[in-house]
C-alpha cells in the first residue's frame, strides 16, 4: 500500500481553475474519491467546491419561493453547508459573477438567476448548485498536499460539467496518465476484495 501513495510525479500547483484529486485511501464522506475544483486560491486560505457528489435533492426541495426547476443539488464540501452556492456558464448575464476558468463562473446576484428562471433562459447544463463548500486555512491545503491526500490535475468546463458525477474521479486520473493507473484500480471498499 505503500508504494501507491509514493508513485506521486505531479509537481502542479494548487491555483484558482485547478481541481484537486482526492487519493484512493480518503474515506471522508465528502472528500472520500472526490474531485474538487479550486475556486479560490491565495496567502489566505483556499475555497473549492467538490464536483462529484450529488446530494440527492433538487433545487426546489431546497430553494422556496422559486419558480420550478430541475437541477440537482450538490455537496460542496463541509463548510457552511445550510448556505447555497452556484456556478454557472452564463457569464456576464449574472451580474456580480467571477470567472473561474474560461466558459465557467463562480457567484453573482440571485435575483438574476431568478429572473432568468422565471422567463425559461436558464437550463440545468447551465448552472450547478452546491450545498457548502471546501475550505482551507492558510498552508493548510499545502499540507494535505505533502501528505499525498490529494493531486492537482488541470481542468476544463466540459471536464467539470458533462462528465458524469460517478465517473468524474476516474476520468480526471485517467486524463493525468498511466502514472495513476494504480489508483484508479484500488477498490472503493479493499475489504469487500
Known amino acids: 500500500m505503500e508504494k501507491l501513495i509514493q508513485i506521486k510525479s505531479n509537481d502542479l500547483k494548487p491555483a484558482k481553475g485547478r481541481a484537486l484529486i482526492a487519493e484512493p485511501f480518503m474515506g471522508d464522506f465528502y472528500f472520500g474519491r472526490s474531485v474538487v475544483l479550486l475556486v479560490e486560491h491565495n496567502l489566505d486560505g ?7 457528489k450529488p446530494s440527492g435533492s433538487h433545487f426546489n ?6 419558480p420550478p426547476f430541475d437541477a440537482m443539488v450538490y455537496l460542496g464540501g463541509p463548510v457552511q453547508t445550510d448556505n447555497l452556492f452556484f ?11 467571477e470567472e473561474i476558468i474560461p466558459g465557467l463562473y463562480w457567484g453573482g446576484e440571485l435575483e438574476a438567476v431568478k429572473e432568468l428562471m422565471t422567463i425559461g433562459l436558464l437550463k440545468s447544463e447551465n448552472i450547478r448548485f452546491f450545498l457548502g463548500y471546501s475550505g482551507w486555512e492558510s498552508l493548510q491545503l499545502e499540507g494535505e498536499l505533502k501528505r499525498n491526500a490529494w493531486v492537482v490535475s488541470e481542468t476544463n468546463l466540459n471536464s ?5 458525477s460517478n465517473k468524474m ?8 496518465g498511466p502514472t495513476y493507473d494504480l489508483w484508479r484500480s484500488f ?5 469487500m476484495n
Request: charged share 15%; aromatic share 10%.
Open 46 to 52: 483556499t475555497f473549492g467546491l467538490v464536483m462529484n
Open 61 to 66: 426541495d431546497i430553494v422556496l419561493d422559486f
Open 87 to 97: 456556478m454557472h456558464t452564463l457569464g456576464n448575464e449574472i451580474s456580480g459573477s
Open 160 to 164: 467539470l460539467l458533462k462528465t458524469k
Open 169 to 176: 474521479w476516474n476520468h480526471f486520473l485517467q486524463r493525468m
Open 187 to 191: 477498490p472503493v471498499n479493499p475489504e
